[in-house]
């Protein structure tokens, strides 16, 4: 397997689940990570973080995708109402879907709004 370079290594130590998070936990751009995760030329790092993740995780902790696949059967199958809009709000959590936002100093809207429409695309 390929050595990794400091920065590499340091993004395997730091990875927790999302890329955004661990960029910033590493002290990496969001921008070199996720090519860490998308490009094949990293697949080794990617490798490298699938077995440190199997290392952590015992055979008695479901990963995310697990996770998230019991909350979308929990919602289609439960019978009461507030079950399946849990179910929902975990999924949704999971996804990012529910992020505040605090708002800077002199930011305005239009500041939030270019925000938006420029991480469209990193999503």
């Not at 960029?23 to 070199?32: D, M, R, V």
């Not at 529910?98 to 239009?110: A, M, N, S």
Request: some cysteine; overall charge positive; proline content about 1%.
């Amino acid at each position: 397997m390929k050595k990794l370079t400091v920065k590499q290594q340091r993004y395997v130590d730091c990875f927790e689940g999302t890329i955004r998070q661990s960029a910033k936990l590493a002290g990496i751009s969001y921008t070199y990570a996720r090519e860490l995760h998308t490009k094949p030329l990293y697949a080794h790092i990617m490798k490298k973080i699938k077995k440190r993740e199997d290392g952590k995780r015992g055979s008695k902790i479901k990963s995310r995708k697990q996770r998230q696949e019991f909350w979308s059967k929990m919602m289609e199958d439960a019978e009461k109402d507030s079950d399946k809009l849990k179910s929902s709000e975990l999924l949704g959590r999971s996804e990012a879907d529910f992020t505040d936002k605090i708002l800077k100093k002199d930011e305005t809207l239009e500041d939030i709004v270019k925000e938006i429409h420029k991480n469209r695309g990193n999503i």
